[in-house]
């Protein structure tokens, strides 16, 4: 950053002087503090967690949270499936969603196509020991003022998902 603050101050010296290379200078100094800005809004997303105990196994659970029709009862108005690439249609558009990792009837981890590699939304299964419930585990990426927004949708998903399970 220094570097730009000495190139803008550069330039206030040049008036007038060699404009072809001040003008490029000065586009540099545009994509380069405006590919900055970009990349602060990718990393400002946080991970956050949320928990809930379901009355059913963890196979049946999976089912919903790794197929095509388990994700269809619940978290889309329709979704396909093709090498590992999961389309989620709403209201006629879709997004597309990668499994980056998964293992039978304990978790799943997909990644938007369109964000940053490090984000993602996961679902985890796992039993209390205590109470032997299932409880089932989202993690999420969201912007921390969208936090609470999004934990309110995860909220309503979620409810749909236990009326498909007859919870």
Known sequence: MEFILYLRNWLSTKTGKNKKEINAIRRFIF?????????????????YTLEFPVRCSPSILYEFLSTPAGLGEWFADKVDERDNV??????????????????????????????????????????????????????????????????LLWDHQVKDLFHGLGN
């Not at 994509?31 to 991970?47: A, E, G, H, P």
């Not at 009837?105 to 964000?115: E, N, Q």
């Open 86 to 151: 999961f389309y989620f249609g709403w209201n006629g558009s879709f997004e597309k969603a990668e499994v980056v990792e998964s293992e039978g009837d304990k978790h799943i981890r997909f990644r938007w196509l369109d964000a940053p590699k490090n984000e993602y939304f996961e679902f985890s299964i796992e039993k209390s020991e205590i109470t032997n419930q299932t409880i089932l585990i989202v993690k999420d990426f969201a912007e921390k003022k969208d936090i609470k927004d999004q934990k």
């Open 31 to 47: 994509y380069y503090c405006s590919y900055r800005r970009i990349q602060r809004q990718k990393m400002s997303k946080q991970l």
